[in-house]
């Protein structure tokens, strides 16, 4: 864990140092991957078949092998203690409500030449969503990537979720029925973003594909951006905690050790201006996270990535929150609001003391996958805007035309364009 | 030219060939791209300097070699003639005027359950604008990629531009002038999208790229997607016309041509229910095509990728449409409305007789950069949203955070991990 203080006389070269530290490794699958990719693309299902017996120890013949049935999910759903299938429909309801206002209007006017323009929202017809396998097989993820996906329109929503030995996750299950994905394959890795992007003679091709995984599966998202739309390549996890000394130690060590837990290469940090409050800070993290059933992970990132930054007043966090564009942002302090105006780059922003991160994790609404990696400068969180997409459209009458075809008809000539200008001028005479 | 009918016997075999036919080529410069950017982003300008020597036969030394002054600009504005300058600056307010509505709103409402939700929509800091040399160097496209930048409030726009032996564009200049761009490099290639994406001594790194180029440059694009936010990698262009038997063969042909004429590998698509009006457009093609400047590459595309398809009736366009997602849609008949509902997947569509596709090039307003090589499935064209990012918000009091609180604390225990539902119970006590 990293100690800086906006005095010390080397803070702004330390601070630089913590803002272009990437902690995403080139992963060096890239020629492994798109030999998979060749492969699916070549020989459809039988490749599958083989990749599956081979990472995922898994054997497809049959149908039940591909596919989890929609009746298989409902029984899980319909097998969760009550407080469980409560709290997965509870998220699921504010889940829906929050992206339901995302949808965006259609355009349709006529502007004073006369010119009718518009703009048309529309679903993709199919999506793919990526769900892991093993220990970071999220039910909260499956509802936030499957939920604005279905709110958007989308008819056909595809999972892929690797089965090790045909172990399935009740909990996936469950979220995969309150969300109303259509269909579950049993197949993972690069593989499954192939058959997602190209279709087999099983799988029917989609148009977007979501959804977090290992290396190998953003790498193939990366390599098939352009075939299929795809959701923003994601990083490791990172929170930036703004807090004033008035807070509880207690709370922000819970809420900086939330995420490091996730990943050792996630990274928690603090910016305070009470330097007694960043050392109670650091003891209530070393008690708390020694109790952790997942203390071996949150120790390494926060012994790695961990930052406490002691500043003189707390304006002075605005241009580092800034520079940092973190993931998630907590303004744990009274007056919060004029940070939140501030602060311009943030993929989401937990405003007071009763915001703690793991409440936009699950239930508060908003998406929990959002920009890392300081992509938060230039990218938003997913929603239901990356299941749609806009069509234009113009109409013009005879007069309408009169007005403004002779400029378009100059600038087709200036540009050396003579097939675009008589497009126009056979249409003025 | 392929001629098909639908009554054909082997019509959907045909039609799915012309579908799946992929006008792109794999351009293998992905090894010689890494490398430029590898050196670009170790040296800097040094870097910049030697491969604009190399491939653009310019020397940078002095900082008039670098950059192209506003004044500059500014006078290549002054210096063009008056219908130019009047076409230009039209388009600039049509497409100005357009975008604007694009701003999207923000959000800040408090939910039933007593959640403060929201989400703010602000513009990326700087925006990089890649304008090609030589005949692809258009002032039309510097407005579309410029304008949507400056309406969504990017405050610093840098375009680069190759100059090659020195020369430049007075059009592209005098765009730049209306624009508003606020910087202008003179370099190009894969050298200048590195320097806009890491930044160098002399170019402050920028948040996003967008714009049309080469091969190396769009490589260049998709190998640093991730590190800055990039538009869709675009293809060759393309149009869908469907025409009823009514229109002016020598209307079509020209729009068919004025696709055609962009590339060789640009494809322009007829579909009509009337196989004798089809003939006429065909024989006027020729005619035309004969006395364009640009007929080499107009009829190589329209003879290597040019189709005519004849339909019973005109209604059997629309799952033909939907399936080819062309990059432009005109509907050249009587009653367009029930076709622009139907045709969920197109970049654009031109309603009408009197909405050729060249009108929406330049002035109609919405803009000309549009998904190409059927990915309209699920990409849209470019727009304010581009140069815009989304940051969300929660914020909740003591009893809200009753409310939700147990849930969330339910679901983190359920996944595994205590940190996060140690964050919420401390709060809840």
Redesign the interface.
């Known amino acids: 864990m990293k100690r800086l203080r906006i005095t010390d006389p080397d803070f702004d070269k330390a601070f630089r140092r913590i803002v272009e530290d990437r902690r995403e490794s080139a992963s060096g699958v890239a020629s492994d991957v798109a030999d998979i990719l060749a492969r699916v693309k070549a020989k459809g299902d039988v490749a599958l078949a083989e990749y599956t017996q081979r990472f995922d120890d898994h054997q497809l013949t049959d149908d039940t092998d591909w596919q989890i049935a929609p009746e298989t999910c409902k029984a899980a759903y319909d097998a969760l203690e009550p407080?469980?299938r409560?709290?997965?429909d509870?998220?699921a309801e504010?889940i829906r409500?929050?992206h339901l206002?995302q949808i965006?209007e259609n355009?349709d006017?006529v502007?004073p030449?006369g010119?009718?323009?518009g703009?048309?929202w529309?679903p993709?017809?199919a999506a793919g969503l990526y769900v892991p396998g093993g220990?970071a097989s999220?039910?909260?993820s499956l509802l936030m990537n499957a939920i604005p996906a279905k709110v958007a329109g989308v008819e056909r929503l595809a999972v892929v979720t690797p089965t090790p030995k045909g172990q399935t996750n009740a909990?996936v299950l469950a979220a995969a029925h309150i969300a109303g994905v259509d269909e579950i394959w049993r197949v993972g890795g690069a593989q499954a973003i192939a058959a997602l992007a190209y279709g087999t003679d099983r799988i029917a091709r989609v148009?977007?594909v979501t959804g977090p995984g290992n290396a190998w599966v953003a790498e193939a998202k990366?390599q098939l951006?352009?075939v299929?739309?795809i959701d923003?390549?994601a990083g490791p996890s990172e929170i930036l905690v703004i807090a004033d000394g008035q807070n509880?130690p207690?709370?922000i060590a819970?809420?900086l050790?939330?995420q490091?837990?996730?990943d050792p290469d996630a990274q928690s940090i603090l910016i305070t201006d009470d330097p007694l409050f960043a050392e109670q800070v650091e003891d209530r993290i070393d008690v708390?996270c020694a109790m952790?059933?997942?203390r071996k992970v949150?120790r390494q990132s926060w012994d790695d990535h961990g930052v406490m930054i002691v500043v003189d007043h707390l304006d002075q966090a605005i241009p580092l929150a800034n520079a940092l564009a973190a993931e998630h942002v907590e303004l744990a302090m009274t007056e919060?609001e004029p940070f939140?105006d501030a602060?311009?780059?943030?993929?989401?922003?937990?405003?007071?003391r009763?915001?703690?991160?793991?409440?936009?994790?699950?239930?508060?609404?908003?998406?929990h996958v959002?920009?890392t990696?300081r992509?938060?400068?230039?990218?938003?969180?997913l929603?239901v805007?990356d299941f749609m997409?806009?069509?234009?459209?113009?109409?013009?009458?005879?007069a309408?035309?009169q007005r403004?075809?002779?400029?378009?008809a100059?600038?087709?000539h200036?540009?050396?364009?003579?097939?675009?200008?008589?497009?126009?001028e056979?249409?003025l005479k």
Chains 1, 2 share one sequence.
């Open positions: 407080e469980l409560d709290a997965l509870l998220a504010r409500a929050y206002a965006p355009r006017e502007d030449a010119v009718r323009l703009a048309l529309r993709v017809d220990r999220y039910p909260s909990l148009d977007v990366r951006y352009g299929v739309g923003m390549v509880d207690d709370w819970a809420d050790l939330s490091a837990e996730h708390q952790l059933s997942t949150a919060p939140l602060i311009r780059h943030a993929g989401s922003v937990f405003i007071g009763m915001a703690p991160e793991a409440i936009g994790d699950y239930v508060a609404g908003p998406n959002l920009p990696g992509r938060a400068r230039f990218a938003s969180g929603s805007l997409k806009r069509t234009s459209f113009i109409q013009l009458d005879p309408s035309f403004i075809g002779p400029a378009a100059a600038l087709a200036a540009e050396g364009l003579p097939a675009h200008a008589q497009s126009i056979v249409r």
